[in-house]
């Protein structure tokens, strides 16, 4: 229930208040933090299995979009108790991540002005064994023909993990491209599933090097598609499905289903916080994220290819 007089939200058993709630966030299209906030709400049935018991990166704009961005790791000391913490280490000590396992603790990072929720590949409790691989395919340029490529890569992307046997979901970003998720058992370290990630990636690049690469380096890759893997390493993150991106329209990360790639109408951008809900009751990945597998056989498959 949102009672708009006092500000507040209820939500799991608690009411959350949200402070300045006509604080427009997204200026060009009047979303204010209210709204931000109806949304998380509404599409938090859909999202919480994808945050629960991951350490977040928390995407900040107190001002708005077009105000400066904060990227929170620690969390403060400030938030309520029962927003769960997890500390992880980091190269010189630890970090105090925020988890979000409920409705009530999303709409408080909301109240936060946190717009977009970025997660680590893997839970607490199993830190070092990442339970999903990312693959971000990122074009050069953001029009039509660029998304086009992005499409060519997606196809081929999933081709080869067919050929491997593993499972793989598609999700835009919000932004310029598309993720490929690749759901594991969570046998393989870090080093062991970045490492195979990129074997992938390489494969996919050397087959239509004119379109892809791996290039880390901008200038080295030119008008081509980067096939980046880097999400896949330990406390790197990637944006979350059903995530606001801080872009005008407030467009949001949507899975979607295979048969959806090659919709004309499909882009990076094509659902926002207004019907970003219709297309999560459409369950798009079905019971895709139960097909988890173990990267031994696929690995043996791939030493094959090479």
């Not at 990630?197 to 690469?213: F, K, V, Y």
Request: charged share 30%; hydrophobic share 35%.
């Amino acid at each position: 229930m949102n009672d708009r007089q006092t500000h507040r939200i209820r939500a799991g058993g608690r009411t959350v208040p949200i402070q300045r709630p006509d604080k427009v966030l997204f200026p060009g299209d009047g979303i204010t933090k209210a709204d931000l906030a109806d949304y998380y709400r509404a599409i938090a049935p859909h999202m919480l299995p994808h945050l629960r018991g991951r350490p977040l990166m928390l995407e900040r704009h107190p001002d708005g979009i077009d105000g400066p961005r904060f990227m929170q790791k620690n969390t403060p000391d400030t938030y309520p108790d029962w927003v769960r913490r997890v500390e992880v280490d980091k190269a010189d000590g630890t970090v105090c991540h925020t988890v979000c396992d409920n409705t009530a603790t999303l709409i408080h990072l909301v109240d936060q002005a946190c717009i977009t929720f970025h997660r680590w590949q893997s839970r607490t409790g199993r830190l070092e064994r990442p339970d999903r691989l990312v693959f971000d395919l990122d074009p050069s340029g953001d029009s039509a023909e660029d998304f086009e490529t992005v499409r060519r890569a997606a196809r081929q992307l999933g081709e080869l993990l067919d050929d491997l046997r593993l499972t793989s979901m598609l999700m835009t970003t919000g932004s310029r491209g598309l993720h490929v998720i690749v759901p594991l058992t969570g046998d393989t370290d870090f080093d062991g599933t970045r490492s195979f990630a990129q074997e992938i990636a390489d494969i996919l690049a050397a087959r239509d090097p004119d379109r892809l690469t791996t290039a880390v380096r901008k200038q080295a890759r030119g008008d081509r598609l980067y096939v980046d893997v880097q999400r896949n390493g330990y406390a790197q993150t990637a944006v979350s499905p059903y995530s606001v991106r801080a872009r005008p329209g407030a467009p949001v990360a949507t899975p979607i289903s295979w048969d959806q790639l090659m919709d004309p109408d499909v882009g990076p951008r094509r659902w926002t916080v207004a019907d970003a809900l219709d297309q999560a009751a459409t369950r798009p990945w079905g019971d895709a994220l139960g097909g988890r597998r173990t990267l031994g056989p696929a690995g043996r498959r791939l030493a094959a290819l090479r």
